[in-house]
């Protein structure tokens, strides 16, 4: 079936700092990618859509500039948290459709981000 | 942008009983209704889903109906067991994305 996978899956960084968090689509292309963010015990937001070779659709109240997403191949998609405070500790999630099927999303296994 | 709505937050449960969980949404337009579990620290997994031409689809103890005209979808679950413990969401796509409910904590005592 089709696998996603995520990393790191658990990242510590200071405050100010930048964190990157990659999503690779293991054994299918994945033209478009989706980011997620899970706070604890509260349901998946999305943050945005990552379009390969276009600029990410970002969701009302998302910031492009501190959220930045690449989506430079069919099989990878980033996520760079820039400048990361407190308030960004969050789990992010990664899905992408295909593989199994047109419309199935399937998930990462998740990074959680710990900003001291 | 669609609105979805998931009930009930937290749901406790008989092993044996049976279990609904209820979405309701607000884009008419819609056409795909999954539904996914999400065990403790793990990622969220596909257990059915639904498309808006069919009204029921059915998949050993699980099961889903889709109400179009009132816009709204329900996953039951039969003979409930321990391991079906875990966190439900509902989504709904729109456009390309899919928007999921605020989650359901499903809890099976034995």
């Known amino acids: 079936g089709a696998v996603v996978s995520q990393h790191p899956s658990w990242v510590i960084c200071k405050s100010g700092t930048s964190v990157k968090i990659e999503c690779r689509s293991l054994d299918f292309q994945a033209t478009t990618m989706f980011w997620y963010r899970q706070f604890p015990k509260q349901s998946l937001m999305l943050m945005a859509t990552?379009?390969?070779?276009?600029?990410?659709?970002?969701e009302q109240g998302v910031e492009k500039d501190k959220f930045l997403i690449n989506h430079a191949s069919l099989t990878l998609s980033t996520l760079t948290v820039t400048s990361a405070h407190p308030e960004d500790s969050s789990f992010y999630i990664c899905?992408?459709?295909?593989?199994?099927?047109?419309?199935?999303?399937?998930f990462g296994a998740g990074s959680r981000l710990t900003v001291l | 942008g669609e609105n979805v709505e998931q009930h009930p937050s937290t749901l406790s449960v008989q092993e044996g009983d049976s279990a609904v969980i209820k979405c309701t949404y607000s884009?008419?337009?819609?056409?795909?209704f999954p539904w996914y579990k999400q065990e403790l620290g793990k990622r969220p997994q596909l257990i059915i889903d639904?498309?808006?031409?069919?009204g029921e689809k059915k998949d050993q103890r699980i099961a889903v109906t889709l109400n179009k005209t009132a816009k709204h979808f329900s996953l039951h679950i039969t003979e409930t067991q321990p391991e079906d413990s875990a966190v439900y969401f509902c989504a709904v796509q729109a456009g390309t994305a899919l928007i999921f409910g605020k989650g359901t904590t499903l809890s099976v005592s034995s």
């Open positions: 884009d008419s337009a819609s056409n795909y």
């Open positions: 990552s379009n390969e070779g276009s600029k990410a659709t970002y």
């Open positions: 639904i498309r808006s031409n069919v």
């Open positions: 899905s992408a459709k295909g593989g199994s099927g047109a419309n199935v999303l399937t």
